[in-house]
């Protein structure tokens, strides 16, 4: 026993090293892109417009919104990679960025202490910046490989198959606990699971028809869907103001859609249903929350019940994504296609891995948050990140926004966030 105590000492001491290292490894990172981007030429003006018909998909052929979820699209017209804004972070940033979040992931479960240390005080600051560094991370470069491949099924699925490898390295290591699920326990989270597959290829689908920020517009609206879930599936009913106070979200929607100069009803509908599918998931992963032996700590449970609901939506998804169009089996044919119009087989492979990667790392991060705060705060910070998302996309992809968009935009995003404290101020008063 003292020489358990003594083992847990040591590593928790190496990580009081390594994690501070990490961090300022990460911030020099940053840093050094950051002032590397500063001095960079910037493109010729004859090629920005080319740039933004690029970044938009608005080169690709009529009706291929509809025929990107499909397969049957002929594929967008690309231009030469060096004609593309670099925006993505660099390798160092990813790479540091990756060495923090596997510190993280076993910081909790190796601090023997019970008294409060600067990493019980730093690690929400820390999980929140990664999550939203992995998540802005994940859309630009998956915008970028929808905007190449026309194959939505396979990308989706690839997505979310990428963070099996990556469970499984983090339990074959010692990072995570090895959680202990039986033949029941899957079978009970089967539903979670085929509704976060959903959620994927409905999201991955709606970026690819229109622009990301308003994506993120449209997904706004989750809250609503979640109290209408909540009230049906868990019984859960709030006061009448928290309902009311969705009413500025559901306009501010509104507005910014009669106004985009990208909208589909296709990518409209297919962020819509993202909503319904995620919300779905984390209602019914609350249902089943306490399915299997996920671990002691809560970061360790979080990354568990993550790593497990990947598994089983992977498994969910893999037979339609393999035989549909726009599918596995197509993905062959779509990546010749884009070789052909002039993307190197090089980007191909490494925006795919890179999407699923980080695909995979921010929806950790973000279970990591929940571990640290109720789910209140969680859907402020959600709010927040989605502001980021939608600002450095439109700032990346060069999106056109009109005056009503921007305030559709605005009106969505703060009628969220009153939403959110609406619903703490009257959970409070009920208390």
Avoid at 38 to 66: W, Y
Avoid at 186 to 202: E, R, T
Avoid at 396 to 413: E, K, L
Wanted: glycine share 8%; net charge positive; charged share 10%.
């Amino acid at each position: 026993m003292a020489a358990s105590f003594s083992g847990m000492l040591q590593q928790s001491r190496r990580r009081a090293v390594l994690l501070p290292a990490a961090l300022l490894l990460a911030a020099a990172g940053l840093l050094a892109e950051q002032i590397g981007l500063a001095f960079q030429v910037p493109p010729l003006a004859g090629q920005q417009l080319n740039q933004h018909a690029l970044a938009q998909g608005t080169q690709k052929t009529p009706g291929l919104h509809s025929g990107l979820f499909t397969g049957l699209g002929s594929g967008a017209a690309r231009l030469p990679r060096a004609e593309e804004p670099s925006t993505e972070a660099s390798s160092f940033s990813i790479f540091a960025a990756t060495a923090v979040a596997a510190l993280a992931a076993t910081a909790d479960a190796a601090e023997p202490a019970k008294e409060k240390t600067l990493w019980d005080k730093v690690k929400l600051p820390v999980y929140a910046c990664l999550w939203y560094f992995f998540n802005v991370q994940y859309n630009i470069t998956n915008k970028r490989l929808l905007n190449t491949i026309a194959a939505p099924w396979a990308i989706s699925w690839i997505q979310l198959a990428a963070g099996i490898p990556i469970a499984l390295l983090m339990w074959s290591t010692g990072f995570v606990q090895k959680p202990k699920v039986t033949k029941d326990d899957i079978l009970k989270l089967a539903p979670v699971g085929a509704a976060f597959a959903g959620g994927q290829v409905a999201t991955v689908a709606s970026l690819g028809a229109v622009a990301v920020s308003f994506t993120h517009v449209v997904k706004a609206l989750e809250p609503a869907v979640n109290a209408i879930a909540s009230a049906l599936i868990l019984g859960q009913v709030f006061h009448p103001m928290v309902y009311a106070s969705l009413a500025p979200v559901f306009l501010g929607v509104a507005l910014a859609s009669s106004s985009e100069l990208s909208f589909t009803m296709f990518g409209f509908l297919t962020a819509m249903a993202s909503n319904f599918f995620f919300v779905t998931r984390n209602v019914l992963a609350t249902k089943f929350g306490s399915t299997g032996d996920m671990g002691e700590d809560k970061t360790t449970r979080k990354t568990n019940q993550l790593a497990v609901l990947t598994f089983v939506a992977a498994v969910v998804l893999f037979p339609i994504a393999l035989v549909l169009p726009g599918g596995l089996l197509s993905f062959s044919g779509a990546c010749k296609a884009a070789i052909s119009n002039g993307t190197p087989a090089s980007a191909i492979a490494y925006m795919t891995a890179a999407s699923g990667f980080h695909f995979f790392m921010y929806q950790l991060s973000s279970f990591w948050v929940l571990s640290c705060v109720p789910p209140i705060t969680h859907s402020v910070l959600n709010t927040l990140k989605r502001v980021v998302i939608i600002i450095v996309s439109i700032i990346v992809f060069r999106t056109p926004v009109t005056a009503q968009s921007a305030a559709g935009t605005a009106t969505a995003i703060g009628g969220v966030l009153l939403y959110s404290l609406t619903k703490a101020h009257y959970a409070k008063k009920g208390k």
